[in-house]
C-alpha cells in the first residue's frame, strides 16, 4: 500500500512533557476492609471463620508471595503473566493446605464465589507488594 504525502514543509509538533501518561499509585485496601469483607460474604461458611480469616492472612498470601514462579513473572512480567502464576501458586499453596485443612480446601474447590473472593483477594495483596517494594527502592 502506498502512502502519499503532500509535498511541502511540515514541522512535528514537540512530544508532550504533562503527566498525562503517569502511573498513579494503586490505592491499597486495608487489611481490615479486606477481613471486614471476608465477614460480611463467608463469615457464616466456616465453623471458625477467625482461624481462617488468620489462616488466609498470615499463611496462604505469604507463601503465594514467596513462590518463585510468581515473584519471577511479578518482576519481569505484566500483569496479566503475574496472574496467570499467581493462579498456579495459589492452587499449589491450596492443595498442600488439604491435609491440614479440609473445609477451607472444599470450598475453595466448590465454592466459586468463596474461589473468585480468595484468588482476586490474595493476587491484590501479593501482587501491590510489587509496587512497595519498587517505591522502597
Do not use: C
Request: proline share 4%; net charge negative.
Amino acid at each position: 500500500m502506498k502512502l502519499t504525502l503532500p509535498d511541502e514543509n511540515a514541522e512535528i509538533e514537540p512530544v508532550p512533557v504533562s503527566k498525562g501518561g503517569a502511573r498513579i499509585a494503586p490505592e491499597l485496601e486495608r487489611l481490615s476492609n479486606i477481613l471486614k469483607t471476608f465477614n460480611d460474604q463467608f463469615g457464616t461458611l466456616f465453623t471458625d471463620s477467625d482461624r481462617v480469616r488468620k489462616y488466609i492472612t498470615d499463611d496462604i498470601v505469604p507463601r503465594v508471595a514467596n513462590d518463585r514462579a510468581y515473584q519471577n513473572a511479578r518482576k519481569n512480567s505484566g500483569q496479566q503473566n503475574a496472574r496467570i502464576e499467581h493462579d498456579k501458586a495459589l492452587l499449589r499453596v491450596m492443595t498442600a493446605l488439604l491435609n491440614d485443612d479440609t473445609e477451607l480446601f472444599k470450598q475453595y474447590q466448590d465454592n466459586d464465589s468463596f474461589h473468585r473472593w480468595l484468588t482476586d483477594t490474595v493476587f491484590a495483596m501479593t501482587y501491590d507488594q510489587k509496587a512497595e517494594t519498587q517505591a522502597a527502592k
